[in-house]
């Protein structure tokens, strides 16, 4: 992806790594709009960072986010850069009935909305003479977290999604970025003082660097051992991996 030049719209750009992106791509001459539904994060992110713009959005209404997005293309009509990163995590229970409104929310935040919002732009982009449509998913669409199963699911999908859409714009401007993080300090799951996560400034860092020659996911060091695991023996991995969360989560 180039990293200067760009018209850039982030979702969920007021807090956590979608401010984080936000911040770094600013300050190398980017012009950057952030949206979200939390008026004050994001008139707080526009305070500390002169000349970022922002509108307020509910990426879970498709009117609205027609109508915003028609709007932000006739502002910005140069605008070639869009990065899903608005999501949700909550604690879910799959091994009794499923509570329907965290089932409901978790999937329409985080898999409806960044496809509606990646079609809403789509025609626009493959105008553009360089394009990026980057979708910020997680390594447990790789390793799933029992206790988020729902959670875990939506990313496995943004994933699968990601690589459709990246082959059938193969031959066009637009090119198809997923942002795999790790778990990072940031508010999913109150993890901001949580030391055994990735501290957020270092994980934007080296997420910047990986930016610049990725083609098709952007990895972090901390993410490449749960990205490589699917494959034959994957649901032992995928056992321990949950016995260990199970472990440390007792013994804190």
Same mark, same amino acid.
């Given at each position: 992806m180039k990293l @200067?030049?760009? @018209?850039?719209?982030?979702t969920g750009g007021g807090s956590g790594i979608g401010r984080g992106l936000a911040e770094a791509l600013h300050k190398r001459g980017n012009k950057v709009i952030i949206s979200g539904r939390r008026k004050q994060n994001l +008139?707080? @992110?526009?305070?500390?960072n002169a000349g970022m713009d922002a509108v307020s959005l509910d990426v879970n209404d498709p009117q609205i986010v027609k109508e915003t997005i028609e709007n932000l293309i006739k502002r910005y009509p140069s605008l070639n850069v869009v990065i899903n990163n608005a999501g949700i995590m909550q604690l879910d229970a799959a091994e009794r009935e499923i509570d329907d409104e965290v089932l409901v929310s978790t999937v329409s935040t985080n898999l409806l909305a960044p496809i509606r919002v990646t079609s809403a732009f789509i025609d626009h982009l493959k105008k553009q003479p360089n394009a990026t449509i980057a979708y910020v998913s997680s390594v447990l669409a790789f390793v799933p977290l029992a206790g988020t199963a729902v959670y875990s699911a939506t990313k496995a999908a =943004?994933? $699968? !999604?990601?690589? $459709? +859409?990246? !082959?059938k714009l193969r031959n066009t401007s =637009?090119? =198809?970025l997923e942002i795999a993080p790790p778990w990072v300090r940031t508010d999913l799951l109150n993890s901001r003082e949580e030391e055994r996560a990735m501290p957020l400034d270092d994980f934007i860092a080296q997420t910047m660097t990986a930016l610049e020659t990725a083609s098709t996911e952007v990895l972090v060091e901390a993410a490449t051992g749960l990205r490589n695991n699917p494959g034959p023996q994957e649901h032992g991995f995928v056992n321990q991996f949950n016995d260990l969360v199970a472990d440390l989560n007792q013994a804190a």
């Open positions: @200067t030049g760009n @018209t850039i719209f982030i +008139q707080e @992110t526009l305070d500390a =943004v994933h $699968s !999604y990601a690589m $459709s +859409q990246r !082959y =637009v090119e =198809v």
